[in-house]
């Protein structure tokens, strides 16, 4: 008789977005003929930039045509973009990496949860908190957790890093020995950027204990104020250390087009296995696993790193970054404590009058229309948070804020 994974039964509840749609779904059932605005999951709304639009009509034509019809790629990316990406790296962050060492994926979710495959089993986690879910999800799928503590809120045998106002969202490396330290920065959900010296504790950590950092870069294109890092590798020994994830997803709107990369780097070292072993494995799974990201998607990729491209993402950036201040303002103007929305396209909220994150997420669904999304679904530190997204049309944006401040104190 076939028998289910028993690890998955081990994951607690629903999965936060399915939740928030749930309860979405139920009041609108409810309320039929109002429009709700949705500041909550982080999905780009706005077009795709001409630029990067025509490379991938281009490529369609290609393929329309059987003298110029390709089928199967490399599993670890077309060599154009990968190199492109090797000279992305040094031009706009003066990091060297070969080519060979970036791996062109379908997204850095799917990157984040498949990248622990090739770690043994007993790994001891250690993940910030309030962290992206898929982090720990896929960790205690993947049968590195007893299940969850009802009690503490947490999952047993996962190290949590907290991250609170009275660390600027930062957090600390853990005090004890773990394995594999799940980073994220721009932080989401938080917002919190990081600073080279505060990274330096945890590549040292790392160097330290001989661990592995995954960092997760999605939103560094976000960072707009100087003397924070775009990449771990900017920070010196982090190619020891750290496998990087990133992805075109939320500064070239590629959310639906699905594509990104990882950088395992040759250097990376492991307690038992020599230098070289966790690239060489990285590659194994993908070939195994994966047929690769999607021509048409690389095309569009090859495009956004060229000039033009570039000059296309950056316009798209600051849009919703002009969205994030003004959720910022709109939301400090009403008296709640943000934090985030600088460098980031995430505002973190403080819920008012001490009202827990689903308590708020519902107050603000029922009062104002406006769905967000509540932090206790990040992690037990993120209660009593709501996290904003700036992903939005700029006019419902302005109609989401404008209906929280006038309906905040109701």
């Known amino acids: 008789m076939a028998k289910v994974n028993e690890d998955f039964l081990k994951l ?17 059932e409810k309320n039929p003929g109002e429009k709700v605005l949705r500041l909550g999951i982080g999905n780009t709304t706005e077009a795709i930039t001409p630029g990067i639009a025509a490379a991938m009509h281009h490529k369609i034509d290609l393929l329309s045509d059987r003298n110029t019809y390709t089928g199967y ?25 070969e080519a060979e060492e970036f791996f062109v994926s379908d997204g850095a ?14 790994s001891i986690i250690a993940v910030q908190d309030p962290a992206y879910p898929v982090y720990v999800d896929s960790n205690v799928a993947g049968g590195r957790s007893e299940g969850y503590d009802e009690k503490e809120r947490q999952y047993k045998n996962l190290v949590y890093m907290p991250s609170n106002e009275s660390n600027g969202f930062v957090a600390e490396p853990p005090k004890g020995h773990v394995d594999l330290i799940y980073l994220c920065f721009p932080n989401n959900p938080t917002g919190a950027v990081a600073t080279k010296e505060q990274l330096k504790k945890f590549v040292d950590y790392a160097v330290k204990e001989k661990a592995i950092i995954i960092y997760d870069a999605a939103y560094c294109d976000y960072i707009r104020t100087p003397g ?27 959310t639906g087009v699905r594509l990104g990369w990882t950088i395992v780097p040759f250097g990376l070292e492991s307690d038992n296995a020599e230098t070289g072993t966790i690239h060489r494995l990285w590659n ?3 070939c195994t696993y994966f047929n690769g990201a999607s021509n048409i998607s690389q095309a569009g990729g090859l495009m956004a790193l060229s000039e033009e491209g570039r000059k296309e993402c950056r316009t798209l ?18 008296g709640l404590v943000c934090y985030g929305g600088v460098n980031s396209p995430y505002v973190w909220a403080k819920a008012p009058r001490g009202m827990g994150s689903w308590e708020f997420f519902d107050f ?12 206790e679904g990040f992690g037990k ?21 404008k209906a929280i401040v006038e309906h905040i104190n109701d």
Do not use: C, M
Request: proline share 2%.
């Open 12 to 28: 607690s509840g629903g999965y936060l977005f399915p939740e928030i749609a749930r309860r979405t779904k139920k009041w609108q």
């Open 73 to 97: 790629g490399d599993e670890q990316g077309d060599t154009p973009l990968r190199k492109a990406l090797s000279e992305f790296y040094k031009r706009e962050y003066g990091v060297s990496l």
């Open 109 to 122: 979710k799917a990157d984040a949860a498949n990248i622990q495959q090739i770690f043994s089993q007993d």
């Open 228 to 254: 924070y890092v775009h990449t771990i590798y900017e920070v010196e020994g982090a190619e020891k250390v750290a496998i990087e994830i990133n992805s075109f997803s939320k500064n070239a709107g590629f």
């Open 284 to 286: 194994r799974r993908q």
């Open 317 to 334: 950036v600051d849009y919703y970054l002009g969205n994030a201040a003004i959720i910022k303002e709109g939301l400090e103007k009403a």
């Open 364 to 375: 603000l669904l029922e009062k104002a229309h406006v769905v967000v999304t509540p932090g």
């Open 381 to 401: 530190s993120g209660e009593g948070y709501v996290r904003v997204s700036s992903y939005g049309h700029r006019e419902d944006v302005e109609k989401a804020v």
